[in-house]
C-alpha cells in the first residue's frame, strides 16, 4: 500500500472517531433530556455507529497488514473496548428510564413531578374506558385539586412539566364520566 492512501485512511478512520464521540455525547443529551426508554430504534441508532466504527477498524486493520505490528492490534483493542463505552452507557441510560417510566400505584402517589414519564405506561396497560370513579381513585388515588381542565363530569390529574427541550407549560390527565363510568380520557397540555 501506497504511503499516502494509508495517511488518507488514517485520517479518515480520526475523523470518525471524532464524529463518533460527538454522536454519543448527543446520545447521552438525547437520552437524558427526553429520558427515552427501549425500542427497535433507540437501540438500532446506538448499536449502528458502534458497528461501523467495527468495520472501519478491521478495514484499517487489513489495510495495515503489510505494517502490522503488535502496537496496532494494541491500539485496535484499546479503541474498541474505550469505543464500547459509550454505547454502553446509553443501553444503561435507556435501562434506567425504563424502568423509571413504568407505572405502579406507588410511583404515581409519591412522585407527582414524574407522572409525565409513566403516564404512557399507566394508559397502555390500563383500560380506563368503563371503570367506575372509585376504581380510578382506588388506582391513581385523589385528583388534583385545580381549575385546569375541571368541569363537572371529570377529574383531573397533574402530570408534571410537559415532556420536550423546552419546558414551558404542564400536562394533565382529564378523565371523562358519565354517572360515574369512563367514557373518555386525555392527556393535556395548559
Request: glycine content about 4%; some cysteine; hydrophobic content about 45%.
Amino acid at each position: 500500500m501506497k504511503k499516502g492512501d494509508e495517511v488518507i485512511a488514517r485520517t479518515l478512520f480520526s475523523i470518525y472517531i471524532i464524529f463518533y464521540m460527538f454522536l454519543y455525547l448527543g446520545y447521552i443529551l438525547y437520552i437524558h433530556l427526553l429520558r427515552s426508554t427501549y425500542n427497535v430504534v433507540s437501540l438500532s441508532a446506538i448499536l449502528l455507529p458502534f458497528f461501523l466504527l467495527l468495520v472501519f477498524q478491521w478495514m484499517f486493520w487489513t489495510i495495515n497488514k503489510s505494517t502490522r505490528e503488535k502496537k496496532v492490534s494494541t491500539k485496535c483493542i484499546i479503541l474498541s473496548v474505550f469505543c464500547l463505552l459509550l454505547p454502553l452507557s446509553c443501553g444503561i441510560m435507556l435501562g434506567i428510564n425504563e424502568q423509571r417510566a413504568t407505572f405502579t400505584t406507588e410511583k404515581w402517589l409519591d412522585k407527582h413531578e414524574e407522572r409525565v414519564y409513566i403516564v404512557d405506561d399507566l394508559l397502555s396497560k390500563h383500560h380506563f374506558i368503563g371503570k367506575t370513579k372509585e376504581e380510578i381513585y382506588e388506582l391513581l388515588g385523589e385528583p388534583t385539586e385545580t381549575e385546569y381542565f375541571k368541569t363537572e363530569n371529570n377529574i383531573v390529574y397533574y402530570l408534571g412539566d410537559e415532556r420536550g427541550l423546552i419546558k414551558i407549560d404542564s400536562e394533565w390527565l382529564v378523565i371523562y364520566f358519565h354517572h360515574n363510568i369512563v367514557t373518555k380520557y386525555s392527556v393535556k397540555t395548559d
